[in-house]
């Protein structure tokens, strides 16, 4: 797979040769973001290489890899529509808590706080599983987080005063948070790079699928009168299911590969999944790794640590302050957070829209409108996965077989296209009172530009920095989600005040206007994360796999 240059160094990486003693980390490259990914016969190479250890993920059988996504699956579909249960159940909730007006029992929130407290405990969370996942391992985060949400479904469906209701969501936008972070790590984890965009793309696409499919019937769920408790009883089903598949399915994938012995000489995988050789295991920084010593109780281990330990966990805050800082991260995560407040601006509004004249349409036949979505969602699975492999792997041959991190840029475009066209056709139609055809059909946009701009923005973060995986997730999730909370207070004062359309041009004119901070970047981006990279990229106990 590679040559061997003649050097003074023990240690040669994919992109040439190095002295330790003559050049500094950043000129030895290392250049994290670009790797050898496509032979000179046009054979795609299996990056990172898989080891013989059966703890391995790459290792695992196709049955077993896909159990473990069926796990991730179900628990991301179960957290995130009990989350969303509530925005289709206003009847019945408002009935209950806010029918007497002198009891004023939300006082000092508004019915709608049901909506958006969640999603800022689903951003919060971010800041806390992923962090821990570095310490113990994704399995016990995501094991930790499907019994909360079990937990707090539970006490939702018992809840009999608002605030009760309130911290039992709280509770699940928490557990949500879990699913939406440390899922994406645990997938690039069962991944080779090259299968990364299917992947991704695959759990955004097929879970909004499901999700939005389920929402559709959520009205059927609730009892017309005040019996919303109904819903978050029958979902406890779904939430233990997800508990079970995710115990008995989801081994520990959180793997640091060590050094192997391989034709002669020694094989080392840096942080930035390179690949380094050595003549002997005495140039092996750390010497040779001891063997496997499987758990106690084996791959239903629920609690561990990982080498990194509370340190790697400690070790993420100050990365994830940094990635706030770093520009090639940030404007994603205000993309996303912007993509986000479009979704927000339809689905908040909507329900009014199409039950007021000219619609009038009954309540149930509202709800269905997830239905237009769900197609949005299945078609970001082609766009976003498929065909930017395809993308990428076009690239890398024309560049000698080497991928740099900005030939996922063009997995941008579709997604700011689509989420622009989205708002500003909604806002047209609330206005002119077009056919409600095309309120069903711009959110079929919206959907499919959320989905495809969510694997975008994953792809982008985690193989820009690589080393800075875990904090760039972080920010990402994080910042999106908390900043929708914002977001979900402004939708309706917005709209009073500019109109359906003048709220909507806006949003879309902020989503091309940050969206084209991708041009620059398709130009002077890998100059720019090179310097990033190795000014600050130290500490790399939030890579993919620290070394």
Not at 6 to 18: K, M, P
Not at 79 to 98: D, H, R
Not at 140 to 162: C, D, E, I, Q, R
Not at 331 to 347: D, K, N, P, R, T
């Amino acid at each position: 797979m590679t040559s061997i240059c003649s050097s003074t160094s023990s240690a040669t990486s994919l992109f040439g040769c190095r002295t330790p003693s003559l050049t500094s980390k950043r000129e030895t490259l290392d250049i994290s973001g670009s790797v050898y990914l496509i032979s000179s016969d046009g054979r795609t190479i299996n990056l990172p290489i898989p080891t013989h250890s059966e703890r391995d993920p790459l290792n695992w059988s196709s049955t077993k890899r896909a159990g473990a996504f069926l796990a991730l699956l179900v628990f991301s579909c179960a957290s995130l529509i009990v989350v969303q249960g509530a925005s289709l159940m206003f009847k019945p909730l408002a009935l209950e808590f806010t029918a007497n007006v002198l009891l004023k029992e939300t006082k000092p929130f508004g019915l709608t706080i049901l909506l958006s407290a969640p999603t800022l405990c689903m951003g919060i969370g971010a800041f806390i599983w992923i962090p821990l996942s570095l310490a113990v391992g994704r399995r016990p985060v995501l094991l930790l987080g499907s019994l909360m949400l079990l937990l707090a479904t539970l006490w939702a469906g018992v809840s009999k005063t608002f605030f009760s209701l309130l911290a039992a969501q709280c509770f699940q936008g928490l557990a949500a948070g879990a699913a939406s972070s440390v899922t994406l790590l645990v997938l690039i984890d069962l991944t080779f790079i090259h299968q990364r965009p299917q992947a991704i793309a695959m759990i955004w696409s097929l879970g909004g699928v499901i999700e939005l499919l389920i929402l559709s019937f959520v009205p059927y769920m609730a009892d017309s009168s005040t019996n919303w408790r109904s819903f978050f009883l029958i979902w406890l089903v779904p939430c233990s299911t997800a508990l079970a598949i995710l115990f008995f399915f989801l081994p520990e994938t959180y793997f640091i590969r060590p050094a192997v012995a391989f034709d002669g000489r020694i094989i080392i995988q840096s942080s930035t999944e390179k690949i380094k050789l050595y003549e002997s295991w005495e140039e092996v920084p750390g010497g040779k790794a001891l063997p496997d010593t499987p758990g106690r109780f084996g791959e239903l281990q629920f609690w561990g640590t990982t080498r990194g330990g509370w340190k790697a966990m400690l070790a993420c805050y100050p990365q994830i302050f940094l990635c706030f800082l770093n520009p090639l991260v940030f404007w994603v995560a205000v993309l996303e957070a912007l993509i986000f407040g479009s979704m927000l601006s339809i689905a908040e509004t909507y329900p009014t829209v199409l039950t007021d004249p000219p619609y009038l349409l009954p309540i149930h036949t509202v709800g269905l409108v997830n239905l237009a979505g769900a197609v949005g969602s299945l078609l970001s699975w082609p766009a976003a996965g498929l065909m930017i492999a395809a993308i990428t792997r076009r690239l890398a041959m024309k560049n000698n077989g080497i991928r740099d991190a900005e030939y996922y840029l063009p997995a941008f475009i579709l997604p700011i296209l689509t989420g622009a066209a989205s708002v500003i056709l909604y806002g047209l139609t609330a206005r002119n009172k077009w056919h409600w055809m095309w309120i069903y059909f711009s959110y079929t946009l919206n959907c499919f530009s959320f989905a495809s701009l969510a694997t975008a923005n994953t792809l982008w973060v985690t193989e820009a920095f690589p080393r800075w995986a875990a904090p760039a997730i972080v920010v990402v999730s994080g910042l999106s989600y908390m900043a929708s909370f914002g977001i979900s207070f402004a939708v309706v004062p917005w709209v009073k005040s500019q109109g359906y359309f003048g709220a909507n041009i806006q949003l879309a004119i902020m989503i091309l206007a940050v969206g084209f901070v991708a041009v620059p970047i398709s130009f002077w981006g890998k100059k720019l994360r090179q310097y990033i990279d190795g000014k600050w990229a130290v500490n790399e106990m939030g890579a993919l796999r620290p070394q």
